[in-house]
């Protein structure tokens, strides 16, 4: 009900509002941010990382494709209300995309954007059945979702354990926060427990308990888990890693989804947190040359909101990849354009061809710091590859190869999910949007 009447509101607002005008000596982006509140500790670093990354663009090369970005935060305090409004306003000064921040802020913008034709780019969170492009034209994931992230670390597990077959009779736990982003791995979990035999144990963490899980923990302690998943954000993480180590659970088996691996999260459990793990799918440091760029062009002027040690750290680093993808989206655009300054509807474009080689990687001082990226137009996720990361005391390092989601389990359910969206929603609309090739 919800989402119908989100939809007849969005309908209402497309009648009567005139799209801006375009400044035209640059690009608006506007994103979500939360650098206050109990989130703020893991929404300030995925704040500072974007940022800087498209701070040093205009600082270094004049923009992309000598047009400089406009670049501005919309704080929300991870208020799914306040993103709303946050949405509206990006609307109202010609944002090119949404960068919702939180999973009930994607949520809540996604059938505004069909109707406003502003893409949403909830990377690597948000509705993992939006990776279906047929019926999600304007929402991209990249580069893997919650489902994939769920088969990663069950493929890993099996590894562990010496193979598939070996899941039979282990308890998984999952401890998530108990919000539209912790229960997205869920439907996953239960599918594969029922192909692989092993039981999914939940343990739900509501936003106001996210640092006083003492009574949860005595229910882990009780279960004894096998592996647990750590589904948490903000204060939650740090939380549940000195949890794990008050309460003797073992802490290599404790595995956090990517957004359970910030350097805050692991530092807080001090010495005890070494063999901590979480899932990734870039690397860290300050050693590539992107971070040097960024510390030459933004940070040494001036121009960046965090400390020079913070550049690199993890979730600094996912949004540095964000925003590669951005960008890379707005070159794509004005490519298949031949416009410099773009608009929303331009800007789908760009996402739904994006194809990030591993050349181009290295061409934008990312060699070795991710693997090539590819969206296309059914899909707007790609399923790529993620390793799992190890806390070795001080600094996060690659501790697995690179492991594959089981594509042939998750894609199916989110066909299935996507089409359950669209029929539950009255007046959804068909897809209409022409699919462009690959750059």
């Known amino acids: 009900m919800k989402r119908t009447h989100l939809i007849a509101v969005a309908l209402?607002?497309?009648?009567?509002?005139?799209?801006?005008?375009?400044?035209?000596?640059?690009?608006?982006?506007?994103?979500?941010?939360?650098?206050?509140?109990?989130?703020?500790?893991?929404?300030?670093?995925?704040?500072?990382?974007?940022n800087d990354y498209l701070t040093m663009l205009n600082e270094r090369d004049g923009g992309v494709g000598g047009v400089k970005i406009k670049f501005e935060e919309c704080e929300t305090g991870y208020d799914t209300k306040k993103s709303v409004e946050c949405y509206e306003q990006?609307?109202?000064?010609?944002?090119?995309?949404?960068?919702?921040?939180?999973?009930?802020?994607?949520?809540?913008?996604?059938?505004?954007?069909?109707?406003?034709?502003?893409?949403?780019?909830?990377?690597a969170y948000g509705l993992s059945a939006a990776a279906d492009g047929s019926v999600f034209p304007w929402v991209f994931n990249p580069p893997t979702t919650y489902w994939d992230g769920a088969s990663i670390l069950l493929n890993y597990i099996a590894k562990q354990e010496g193979g598939l077959d070996k899941l039979k009779g282990k308890r998984i736990g999952l401890i998530h926060l108990d919000a539209p982003y912790g229960k997205e791995p869920i439907p996953v979990l239960q599918n594969l427990a029922k192909?692989?035999?092993?039981?999914?144990?939940?343990?739900?963490v509501p936003a106001a308990e996210m640092q006083n899980q003492g009574a949860l923990w005595l229910n882990i302690r009780r279960d004894k888990p096998d592996?647990?998943?750590?589904?948490?954000?903000?204060?939650?993480?740090?939380?549940?890693?000195?949890e794990a180590i008050k309460n003797n659970y073992p802490i290599n088996r404790l595995v956090g989804v990517w957004w359970s691996g910030g350097d805050d999260d692991a530092r807080a459990g001090g010495a005890e947190a070494k063999g901590y793990k979480s899932l990734s799918w870039h690397l860290f440091g300050q050693n590539f040359p992107v971070m040097q760029d960024i510390l030459k062009h933004v940070h040494a002027k001036g121009l960046?909101?965090?400390?020079?040690?913070?550049?690199?750290?993890?979730?600094?680093?996912?949004?540095?990849?964000?925003?590669m993808m951005?960008?890379?989206?707005?070159?794509?655009?004005?490519?298949?354009?031949?416009?410099?300054?773009?608009?929303?509807?331009?800007?789908?474009r760009g996402l739904e061809s994006l194809n990030v080689t591993e050349a181009r990687l290295k061409e934008l001082g990312m060699e070795g710091f991710a693997s090539p990226l590819k969206v296309e137009c059914g899909d707007h996720n790609g399923h790529h590859q993620a390793f799992v990361a190890e806390w070795?005391?001080?600094?996060?390092?690659?501790?697995?190869d690179w492991i594959s989601p089981s594509k042939d389990e998750v894609r199916p359910l989110i066909e299935a999910a996507a089409k359950d969206y669209a029929e539950k929603n009255t007046g959804w609309p068909k897809r209409t949007e022409v699919c462009d090739p690959r750059s």
């Open 12 to 50: 209402l607002g497309a009648t009567t509002l005139a799209a801006p005008a375009l400044a035209q000596d640059s690009i608006y982006v506007q994103s979500n941010a939360y650098r206050t509140g109990p989130f703020s500790g893991s929404g300030t670093p995925v704040a500072d990382g974007i």
């Open 90 to 123: 990006g609307k109202a000064k010609g944002s090119i995309i949404y960068l919702p921040w939180s999973t009930g802020a994607t949520l809540a913008a996604i059938p505004r954007a069909h109707v406003d034709k502003i893409p949403i780019m909830s990377m």
């Open 195 to 204: 192909k692989y035999g092993f039981e999914v144990l939940l343990y739900p």
């Open 227 to 242: 592996w647990l998943y750590n589904h948490g954000w903000g204060a939650m993480n740090p939380t549940a890693v000195k």
């Open 304 to 323: 960046s909101k965090t400390t020079k040690e913070k550049v690199g750290e993890a979730l600094y680093a996912r949004t540095v990849y964000q925003g």
């Open 326 to 348: 951005v960008a890379e989206a707005i070159r794509n655009a004005q490519r298949l354009t031949g416009k410099k300054v773009i608009n929303s509807e331009d800007m789908r």
């Open 392 to 400: 070795d005391g001080t600094k996060w390092t690659k501790a697995s």
